[in-house]
């Protein structure tokens, strides 16, 4: 049984067949598939800031609902324009307080970030949204220069651009390291990865978070090919003399996890190990999955729709994602069933993001065993609310895996203290 830091709930299990169970699509009604109003989507927030779920993760709910009294309407450019206010406060805070008090700027400029993430969130659509992700990148940056070891902004000529992504290796490495590539989701940033791949320096492993096709600051929109501009990160990473070119993992979230399962197909001997959480494959890419499931989706705060939309090129209908979504699914690519890297997949069975039969037709596919962590009560990237959110996969499911499977030692379990 692989290990799982002392944790007797997290079970991996290496799977040589699952049996596929075909998904499905419950008729929804018009109401159901409405996106949330204004005031819905006020109270649903708050509520996840108050619970630590996403993607209100570290976010103050006093920060959230004070931003609110701002905003009326679904506006962007009034979201935008309300949390940068309050985002600003800290950003102002964080620079005086610098030289003087670094502890406490470091608190407030990741305060700042996080709210200025949510004034762009789910995607920079408006000039105060833009205006807010570039305000949030300038936050964070702040506050990682207070990190030890440091954080480096890469940027890796690609196709007449660039890469931009944040690397980080162990302190005091006595030789070339093992890697993670770190890709975020549809609404996520590598700035959210790189905070929390933090965790996995103290095994000597490094990382190099970037963001996916679409997204961010990635240069390049979705596509079926996007997939170059991941090999040439690989190309970056084996060409640094600090890295272990044989010890090259790859870890995706949601999108990221779709990009992270073609991966480990086509660069299956340059990558080590895959782990993917939640990806989607085939039945998410169908009309009836995007009209029935993703449209106005309550497991999504808001806006999901939209966020797809802007991850493609002239993509602007629900027509237009029906379409490009024939071209991405995985299996009509010939993607599934050749041989991959070894992988970890995480999800969740109540997932109504990504259907629960794409990731038992990935584990049905391909030449070797995987290993799966399926929650039965979770929803997408098998979270579930107090009993296993975000930040508990993480320390306790992934970062141990991906350990075992670069072949680094398990970190050793903190000693107990008398009366524990």
């Not at 992504?165 to 093992?178: D, Q």
């Not at 480990?264 to 890419?285: C, G, I, M, N, Y």
């Not at 027509?319 to 991405?328: G, L, R, Y």
């Amino acid at each position: 049984m692989p290990n799982t830091q002392g944790n007797p709930r997290a079970l991996l299990v290496v799977v040589a067949l699952f049996v596929a169970l075909p998904f499905v699509c419950r008729p929804v009604s018009t109401q159901e598939r409405a996106e949330r109003t204004i005031e819905e989507i006020k109270v649903e927030a708050v509520k996840r800031a108050q619970t630590g779920m996403y993607p209100m993760i570290g976010l103050d709910p006093a920060d959230v609902e004070e931003a609110f009294a701002s905003v009326k309407t679904r506006d962007k450019d009034e979201w935008a324009a309300a949390f940068m206010q309050v985002a600003d406060r800290y950003m102002a805070e964080g620079k005086k307080l610098e030289k003087s008090d670094p502890v406490r700027a470091n608190a407030d400029f990741v305060r700042a970030w996080r709210v200025y993430s949510f004034g762009r969130w789910p995607i920079p659509s408006s000039p105060k949204k833009k205006e807010s992700y570039v305000k949030a990148i300038e936050a964070f940056l702040a506050h990682a220069k207070f990190w030890d070891p440091p954080l480096e902004v890469v940027r890796i000529p690609f196709e007449g651009s660039e890469i931009i992504g944040y690397l980080r290796l162990p302190k005091n490495a006595p030789g070339p390291v093992p890697m993670v590539i770190a890709v975020n989701g549809l609404d996520s940033r590598k700035e959210d990865l790189s905070e929390s791949f933090g965790a996995i320096l103290p095994y000597g492993i490094g990382f190099l978070a970037v963001d996916g096709p679409g997204t961010g600051q990635c240069p390049i929109k979705a596509s079926p090919t996007a997939d170059r501009l991941l090999s040439r990160v690989i190309d970056y990473l084996q060409g640094r003399p600090e890295v272990d070119k044989t010890r090259i993992a790859f870890h995706g979230v949601s999108w990221g996890a779709y990009w992270g399962t073609k991966m480990s197909v086509v660069e299956h001997d340059r990558l080590k190990a895959v782990s993917v959480q939640s990806p989607p494959t085939d039945t998410f890419f169908t009309r009836k999955f995007l009209t029935e499931s993703l449209l106005g989706n309550r497991e999504y705060l808001f806006d999901q729709v939209p966020a797809l939309e802007a991850i493609f090129d002239d993509v602007n209908s629900v027509d237009d994602i029906a379409a490009v979504f024939e071209k991405m699914s995985l299996a009509k690519q010939g993607i599934l069933g050749k041989p991959t890297t070894p992988m970890l997949v995480i999800a969740g069975v109540k997932d109504t993001q990504v259907p629960i039969s794409d990731i038992y037709e990935l584990m049905n596919s391909g030449d070797i065993p995987k290993e799966a962590w399926i929650n039965p009560s979770g929803g997408h990237l098998g979270r579930q609310v107090k009993v296993w959110p975000d930040p508990l996969i993480f320390r306790r499911i992934l970062l141990p895996w991906i350990a075992r499977n670069l072949e680094v030692p398990p970190l050793p379990e903190p000693e107990k203290k008398a009366g524990d």
